[in-house]
């Protein structure tokens, strides 16, 4: 005798949890920079010399606290690695789609240290390693003390 | 066990109900930067330091997948091992004996964080739970412990006074504890006149929202005694599992805990824990389960922690304390719950106990994960 197949169920569930996280005090640092002077701020470990970018604690490549010297970066830098995303992804800070395609890179700030922003220039021909790229901030009434303080980076001729 | 892996030094923050000053990694730098001080060990490949790390943290409390790589830089996990679990604090220091034991390393870094306030506990606790059956009807461990604690009461006439007894004994305890979060000088009709939560747990029956971390140092025999003098050994070891559906499980009784214990004791070589082991640091997040846990430990018969609370014998003075610390009802974080009962112990156990201290050559840490207690590991230490 054949069984009835029994029907699928599937359960729809939207998950919100709210979350205060806390950027701690490296962390807050530059975000105080970003939001009030338009300025990268980064710090060192003691033992290496490399820049701490965003700053943090400590260095975990030699497992000691950073120092307390504070150093100045960019605000123009170089872009390293780049790609250009065809999919629209969610924007975390607005919750709303973010309209594709745009570039994310990594940029390489003046004086050191490592950015991840977007890129204004998404004309695949015109994107390269190597190109000259400084950041374009919101306007201060809108800065909240973020790295979305930042709109994009976007290209500069020198 | 051929070689002996002892507990060398061990580290915590001072509870708080909120850290808004820390992120994950200042936090938990914290209580490593203690151990490296008191150690003088460093983080090395070359087998004269720390070798590796195990961590506990739960992404869902931190926010992220993967939580342990906001704190990799400071727990030495910058291309080195570092391994996470995500139940409770006593089961990466479970993890951490078992990776000695297997000689690959001989000297382990636990740690284990939670900042419960940046978040919702009711929440974070409700996605653990079935998402095609149980999530959708709000359930959170409040609820389910709320059960339990009506069954062990219907079961074996355990009152609500007895349960109260267990917050007022250990938030008096808590007064002796320099890092404990919530100490009080309280009447049994203070916990009994607190707002109810669900039936028949209150507000004070429940542990307080709580962020910190606690971090220890373990290691081979031959290394533990060159770290210090007072190193504590890790006897035993036991953990047990128990099923998922709350209505599958006896909730009056903890099987679970009981064959935890028994395996524990077994590996300790422990006969009568009540005479052999000196004190008692385990997780009640709320009151009753400090009464239901003595029960598995074997401190006493089922359905007597009542009475055995009642009797005194667990007070800070009494034959078996329980939670001279203060315990879980003071104000500890959720996954350092376990990790820190460890660490109450090895204090008692190294004689760093100040006020709080008791005489005991063995010592008992339990820690727990899941509704009512549905993990359940066991860890007998001694001198
Ligand atoms: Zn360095």
Redesign the interface.
Same mark, same amino acid.
């Given at each position: 005798m054949a069984e009835k197949s029994l029907e699928q @169920?599937k359960?729809s569930?939207r @998950?919100e949890?709210?979350?205060?996280?806390?950027?701690?005090?490296?962390?807050a640092r530059l975000y105080n920079e970003i939001k009030e002077n338009e300025r990268f701020v980064a710090n060192k470990c003691p033992k290496c010399g490399r820049i701490l970018f965003p700053p943090?604690? @400590?260095?975990?490549?030699c497992?000691v606290?950073a120092s307390d010297e504070w150093i100045e970066l960019g605000p123009r830098g170089t872009v390293k690695d780049y790609t250009i995303v065809y999919y629209s992804m969610k924007d975390p800070s607005t919750g709303k789609p973010r309209p594709e395609p745009y570039p994310h890179a990594v940029i390489v700030l003046d004086g050191g240290g490592l950015i991840q922003h977007y890129l204004e220039e998404t004309d695949p021909e015109k994107l390269r390693v190597g190109m000259r790229v400084e950041p374009v901030f919101k306007p201060k009434s809108e800065r909240v003390g973020h790295p979305t303080d930042i709109r994009y980076f976007r290209t500069v001729e020198e | 066990m051929s070689e002996r892996i002892g507990i060398v030094a061990v580290a915590q923050t001072k509870y708080q109900k909120s850290?808004?000053?820390?992120?994950e $990694?200042?936090l938990v730098?914290e209580v490593v930067?203690k151990l490296l001080t008191e150690t003088g060990l460093?983080?090395t490949d070359d087998g004269t330091g720390i070798d590796a790390a195990v961590t506990c943290s739960h992404d =869902?409390w931190d /926010?992220v997948t993967i939580s342990s790589w906001p704190i990799?830089?400071?727990t /030495? /996990? =910058?291309?080195r091992p570092e391994e996470k679990v995500a139940e409770d604090g006593i089961f990466a220091a479970y993890y951490a004996f078992i990776q000695i034991l297997s000689g690959h390393y001989d000297v382990v870094l636990v740690t284990a964080h939670t900042?419960e $306030? &940046?978040? $919702?506990k009711n929440?974070?606790e409700n $996605?653990s739970f079935d998402?095609?059956y149980h &999530?959708?009807l709000g359930l959170d461990y409040t609820m389910c412990a709320a059960l339990q604690a009506k069954r062990y009461m219907y079961k074996y006439g355990i009152t609500e006074e007895q349960c109260a007894r267990v917050v007022v004994k250990n938030k008096k305890n808590a007064c002796k504890n320099p890092n404990a979060q919530e100490p009080a000088e309280l009447e049994i009709g203070d916990v009994l006149s607190s707002r109810p939560l669900a039936y028949p747990i209150r507000y004070l029956d429940k542990k307080p929202t709580s962020d910190g971390a606690c971090a220890m140092i373990l290691a081979r025999e031959e290394k533990a005694k060159k770290l210090t003098d007072r190193p504590v050994w890790i006897e035993g070891v036991g953990s047990c599992y128990e099923g998922y559906y709350i209505g599958d499980r006896e909730l009056g009784d903890c099987e679970n805990l009981i064959k935890a214990a028994k395996s524990a004791y077994r590996m300790a070589g422990i006969s009568d824990p009540k005479k052999e082991i000196g004190v008692f640091e385990i997780s009640e997040e709320y009151s009753y389960q400090e009464l239901l846990w003595t029960e598995g430990l074997g401190l006493c018969d089922k359905g007597r922690g009542g009475t055995l609370i009642e009797s005194g014998a667990t007070a800070l003075d009494g034959e078996i304390p329980v939670n001279p610390s203060g315990g879980l009802l003071s104000g500890v974080p959720t996954n350092v719950a376990g990790l820190s009962r460890v660490a109450e112990a090895v204090i008692q156990l190294q004689g760093k106990g100040g006020d709080r201290q008791v005489s005991a050559r063995k010592a008992l840490a339990q820690g727990m994960c899941g509704p009512c207690g549905q993990l359940q590991c066991v860890m007998v230490l001694g001198i």
């Open positions: @169920v359960i569930i @998950v949890i709210p979350y205060l996280w806390t950027a701690g005090k490296y962390l943090r604690i @400590v260095c975990g490549r497992h606290r | 850290r808004p000053d820390v992120r $990694s200042e730098y930067e460093r983080f =869902h /926010g990799a830089d400071v /030495g /996990g =910058h291309l900042k $306030s &940046q978040t $919702s929440l974070i $996605s998402p095609v &999530q959708m």
